[in-house]
Each structure stands twice: as structure tokens, then as C-alpha cells.
């Protein structure tokens, strides 16, 4: 059960984690070249965009996390929805934690830095399983990541304040908070009007979609605005 709702937060991370790889190159170009304001507005503009993605992912992924559960292994699989549930909060922490990581770090040569962090995470990732695990099962294991990549994530963090002061624009963040509200209240009308599992996800995935995109555009998320001036080339 834990397989399938760890199938699904691996395949949404590593999604959000190859968005960031591409723009590695550009970063570490920046840094080595000492424009840190050029190096500094491409980093904003990462997390920005990562987040806009990340969360309705989240809000979604939450929203149907047992329909998700039931379409990938069956009805005898749903009781593991709660897992999922966690795994979905825990991606937040892990792409920052990836975004800090790659993006900060290793461009600064804290490379020592990230594999102390790492290692840390997965012995504090093996205690927490033998601590866990036998009392809550697979959602003692899903809980483990999240305190796990919360730590690393934290870590990151303080040490990437130190390097840089990351800006993150606090409109577009309300905005992408405003954008997710009505995915939580559209996948709840979903649930209780249709019984089909994969009809549930798929109306509400499209339903949200277009919303989600509406808001953005409505709201002038940055996003939004440097798609337009792109498309205009």
C-alpha cells in the first residue's frame, strides 16, 4: 500500500525536480560570472514558478488522495489515502529542500554541506522508521519522510540565508494561495456528486485547470506576465 502512495509523491517530485535542473546551468553560469543580481532574479522567479505548480499539486493530490489510492491498487488500497496525504506535504518541503540544494549550495561550493544534510536526514529517516513503522505501519513511514525532509529542508534553509537573500514575491504567493482555495472546494463538490473514481480525478483535474489558470490570469500572476511577454518574441 505504502509502494503505491510513494509511486505517486516520487513521480510529482521528481517532475518538479527536472523543472529546476534545467536552469542549473544558468545559475552557475551567473554565479561564476558574478552577477548576483541577474543570479538573484532567476533564483526569485524558480521558486516563484515552482511554487505556482507545486501547490495545487498538493491541494489536489490531498483533495484525492483516495481516489488516487483506489484507482492505482484497487478499493482495498484506500485505507492507504492517508499516507498519501502526508507524502503530498512532504513534497513541498523536498522540492525546496531540492531547489535550495542545487540552485544555492552547489553553485557556492557547499557541497560538504548538502552531503552532511543528506546523510542526517536518512539516519534520522532509518530511526524514525524503527520507531514508527511498527506501531502506525505505512503511514508511520510516510510521516518519517516528512520529518525528514522538514530537517533538511531547515537546514537548507538557514544555510542558503547566509549565502543569499532569496526573494520571494509575497503577491504572487497570495495569489498562487487564492488560486488553490477553489481546488479544495471544487474536488469536495466532485466527490460527492460522482462515484467514479477515475471520473473524480479527471473532472476535478480539469475543473481546477481551468479555474487555477483563470485566477492567474486575472490576478496578473508573474507567471502569467512573463508567458505573455515570451509569447509576444
Same mark, same amino acid.
Given at each position: 500500500i505504502y509502494t503505491v502512495s510513494s509511486n505517486i509523491y516520487v513521480a510529482v517530485k521528481r517532475l518538479a525536480n527536472?523543472?529546476?535542473?534545467v536552469t542549473?546551468?544558468?545559475?552557475?553560469?551567473?554565479?561564476?560570472?558574478?552577477?548576483k543580481e541577474e543570479y538573484k532574479i532567476l533564483l526569485g522567479k524558480i521558486i516563484n514558478y515552482v511554487?505556482?505548480?507545486l501547490l495545487p499539486c498538493l491541494v489536489g493530490t490531498f483533495e484525492l488522495s483516495e481516489n488516487l489510492?483506489?484507482?492505482?491498487?484497487?478499493?482495498?488500497?484506500?485505507?492507504?489515502?492517508?499516507?498519501?496525504?502526508?507524502?503530498s506535504i512532504a513534497l513541498?518541503?523536498?522540492?525546496?529542500a531540492y531547489i535550495l540544494s542545487r540552485c544555492i549550495l552547489l553553485p557556492y561550493k557547499q557541497d560538504k554541506l548538502y552531503m552532511i544534510a543528506t546523510?542526517? +536526514?536518512? $539516519? #534520522?529517516?532509518?530511526?524514525?522508521n524503527i520507531l514508527l513503522i511498527p506501531q502506525f505501519s505505512y503511514d508511520g513511514a510516510a510521516l518519517t519522510t516528512l520529518i525528514s525532509e522538514c530537517l533538511v529542508c531547515l537546514v537548507m534553509c538557514v544555510k542558503s540565508r547566509k549565502i543569499i537573500n532569496i526573494n520571494i514575491d509575497k503577491?504572487?504567493?497570495i495569489i498562487t494561495i487564492v488560486g488553490c482555495i477553489p481546488i479544495i472546494i471544487i474536488c469536495e463538490i466532485i466527490k460527492r456528486i460522482a462515484s467514479h473514481n477515475l471520473l473524480v480525478v479527471l473532472t476535478a483535474f480539469?475543473? +481546477?485547470? $481551468? #479555474?487555477?489558470?483563470?485566477?492567474l490570469v486575472v490576478f496578473r500572476h508573474p507567471m502569467y506576465n512573463d508567458i505573455k511577454r515570451y509569447w509576444k518574441l
Open positions: 527536472a523543472a529546476v535542473t542549473l546551468p544558468r545559475l552557475s553560469f551567473y554565479v561564476g560570472s558574478g552577477k511554487l505556482v505548480l489510492m483506489i484507482i492505482m491498487g484497487g478499493v482495498s488500497y484506500s485505507i492507504g489515502s492517508l499516507s498519501l496525504k502526508i507524502l513541498v518541503f523536498a522540492v525546496m546523510l542526517g +536526514s536518512a $539516519v #534520522v529517516n532509518i530511526i524514525l503577491r504572487a504567493f480539469m475543473m +481546477s485547470f $481551468v #479555474v487555477y489558470s483563470l485566477i
